[in-house]
Nanobody, 115 residues
């Protein structure tokens, strides 16, 4: 059963913006922490950002100042706002959620930054 569904990826030019969404299959507060990882071709999956139930956030140094994470509990959705994108931001972006005893992953959404 798919618990997390991402959307919002696509092709964008360098310097552009995208907003990714991650919708949960049930009440979002069932997960005490949610966030995003990304995986570029030939590279390991790397942490991007996370947000807790108390709206505490943590952003990777590689995207700090360009990416922000937020949540809308009324919509059961976590967002990743990505601004000033570079070609090296190209990757599959995965949403994840931590609940007691498990981590759930979405299927991923492709982000391609290219002119």
């Amino acid at each position: 059963q798919v618990q997390l569904v991402e959307s919002g990826g696509g092709l964008v030019q360098p310097g552009g913006s995208l907003r990714l969404s991650c919708v949960t299959a049930s009440y979002i507060r069932d997960w005490y922490r949610m966030g995003w990882y990304r995986q570029a071709p030939g590279k390991q999956r790397e942490f991007v950002a996370r947000i807790t139930l108390d709206d505490e956030t943590d952003i990777a140094d590689s995207v700090k100042g360009r990416f922000t994470i937020s949540r809308d509990d009324a919509k059961n959705t976590v967002y990743l706002q990505m601004n000033n994108l570079y070609s090296w931001d190209t990757a599959v972006y995965y949403c994840y959620g931590d609940r007691v005893g498990a981590r759930d992953w979405g299927q991923g959404t492709q982000v391609t930054v290219s002119s």
